[in-house]
């Protein structure tokens, strides 16, 4: 089935035409994105059960954008009328003098405006909506009780669920878009005791459907409690430089991290990235390609058919065979560095600035057997479970998390678990390292992304099993 476009967005949609028109009559150009979002997260753990509308995303409204000469100006709302039509504007021409007062100005062309007319969805299997708040709560709480039944020396477990249905209307002079999409994911977390320490594995799944991944759930509570078992009797490793395997789950990580945000060309602007004056230089290993687009072979959470500037969603080479090729970008940071759009202009909500930011990002798949790869291991490690991490575009610097990982020596698996591990170093340092890229990929979207602590979006990433030396500590 597909989702179904919103009453709402249909009702809005002549006031957002005649809105449109009112700006055109004093501007070169102009757009008016108008937004639906339903937005709900559900918990079952020891701290009881919670269920709750998710008022970071979950908003309805609209933002007009005007093209002011030399660059733009915008104003968000949730009230539209054919009277609050001449305040909209006087705001507008309020925001653009204060700007030129106050603010150095960027020069900046004016959006290219392609004549463009589709209506998207999505599909789904079972609309969370349908299913209803009671049956999904009982769905987590049953995972929650055969955990207790699986280990019955558990802390807690806990047991997660949240989906997000946005529907989305773009308006401009030669462009009327409109797409409805849903997306679910699910999470399972164990806790557990070994003397004074507490140690906790989880397990996450994601997917562009509905509430048809709650039956994924289930499957996935024994890998998590095995972990927790490995986790409980790890020990702590002796910081250093090891030669490393990496799931497909530590390798999304890194891609997301090493080279995420270092290629999202708002910073190119400001000059904050040290990858603007690598494009075109060897930046990787040879054996790596990435990639990153809303439209790339695989769909997941961080998957549209625009982006909140009325870009088509595309698929972004970004290293081709270890050369760093190009990066991401919105619609302003593209005029200002006289590129091209690449369909990345994503708003945490309405009412939110957009700003260029990761969607599906991944490495591409290499010809090597994973088993092949472990064997060739001397004396390394086996990382698994990334938790966290974090970049410095600036300085190529990046710092992750991983919950665990397995010792390998003579290139057999030992037994010996260690934990927590530290992962960080000098990105190409890292990415030049990779000397083996399996041919199996995963891909993952559990998690969110913020732009400096703030402007949350969902994004995905993934890739194959790589093998490469990495400082840990």
């Keep these: 089935m597909q989702v179904k476009s919103s009453a709402y967005l249909a009702s809005l949609k002549p006031l957002c035409r005649k809105l449109l028109d009112a700006c055109l009559g004093e501007y070169a150009y102009a757009s008016v994105l108008a937004a639906d979002v339903d937005a709900k997260d559900y918990s079952v753990s020891r701290a009881?059960?919670?269920?709750?509308?998710?008022?970071?995303?979950?908003?309805?409204?609209?933002?007009?954008?005007?093209?002011?000469?030399?660059?733009?100006?915008?104003?968000?709302?949730?009230?539209?009328?054919?009277?609050?039509?001449?305040?909209?504007?006087?705001?507008?021409?309020?925001?653009?003098r204060k700007a030129a007062e106050h603010f150095e100005r960027y020069q900046t062309a004016v959006s290219a405006d392609e004549p463009l007319q589709f209506t998207k969805s999505t599909e789904y299997a079972v609309d969370p909506h349908e299913l209803g708040d009671e049956a999904i709560l009982d769905r987590l709480s049953a995972v929650r009780k055969s955990a207790f039944e699986k280990k019955a020396d558990l802390i807690d477990c806990s047991v997660r669920c949240s989906y997000q249905c946005y529907h989305k209307l773009f308006l401009s002079p030669h462009r009327d878009l409109e797409q409805n999409v849903l997306w679910t994911t699910a999470a399972l977390s164990v806790t557990a005791r070994r003397?004074?320490?507490?140690k906790d594995a989880y397990e996450s799944i994601s997917m562009l459907g509905g509430a048809e991944l709650l039956d994924e759930l289930p499957s996935h509570l024994d890998k998590a409690i095995a972990t927790l078992e490995d986790v409980l009797r790890s020990e702590a490793l002796v910081p250093g430089t090891y030669e490393?395997?990496?799931?497909?789950?530590?390798?999304?990580?890194?891609?997301?991290?090493?080279?995420?945000?270092g290629v999202e060309m708002d910073m190119f602007v400001k000059d904050r990235a040290l990858a603007k004056s690598h494009v075109g230089?060897?930046?990787?290993?040879p054996l790596v390609t990435m990639h990153d687009g809303a439209a790339t072979g695989y769909e997941d959470v961080a998957t549209y058919f625009f982006d909140d500037e009325g870009n088509t969603a595309?698929?972004?080479?970004?290293?081709?065979?270890?050369?760093?090729?190009?990066?991401?970008?919105?619609?302003?940071s593209a005029a200002r560095l006289g590129a091209k759009p690449t369909g990345n202009g994503r708003r945490e909500a309405i009412d939110h600035k957009a700003y260029t930011r990761?969607?599906?990002?991944?490495?591409?798949?290499?010809?090597?057997?994973?088993?092949?790869?472990?064997?060739?291991?001397?004396?390394?490690?086996?990382l698994e479970q990334p938790t966290s991490g974090m970049e410095d575009p600036k300085n190529w610097g990046i710092q992750c998390m991983v919950s665990f990982a397995r010792e390998i020596k003579d290139g057999k698996l030992t037994g010996r678990i260690f934990s927590p591990i530290v992962l960080s170093g000098y990105v190409p340092?890292?990415?030049?390292?990779?000397?083996?890229?399996?041919?199996?990929?995963?891909?993952?979207?559990?998690?969110?992304?913020?732009?400096?602590?703030?402007?949350?979006?969902?994004?995905?990433?993934?890739?194959?099993?790589?093998?490469?030396?990495?400082r840990l500590g």
């Design 48 to 96: 009881g059960i919670t269920l709750s509308e998710n008022n970071r995303f979950g908003k309805r409204g609209f933002v007009v954008r005007v093209y002011a000469g030399e660059g733009y100006a915008e104003y968000s709302g949730n009230e539209l009328s054919e009277e609050k039509i001449p305040e909209i504007l006087a705001e507008l021409s309020r925001s653009i």
């Design 195 to 198: 003397g004074e320490e507490v």
């Design 244 to 261: 490393c395997v990496c799931t497909p789950e530590v390798t999304g990580m890194i891609v997301h991290e090493a080279f995420g945000h």
């Design 281 to 285: 230089k060897p930046v990787a290993s």
């Design 314 to 332: 595309q698929d972004t080479l970004i290293i081709d065979r270890g050369i760093l090729v190009g990066g991401i970008c919105d619609e302003v």
């Design 358 to 382: 990761m969607t599906n990002t991944y490495f591409l798949e290499g010809n090597d057997k994973v088993e092949d790869m472990i064997a060739s291991v001397k004396d390394g490690l086996l």
């Design 429 to 470: 340092d890292l990415l030049k390292s990779i000397s083996m890229i399996s041919g199996t990929v995963e891909h993952a979207g559990g998690g969110f992304c913020g732009k400096g602590w703030k402007e949350w979006v969902k994004v995905s990433d993934g890739g194959p099993w790589i093998k490469a030396r990495i």
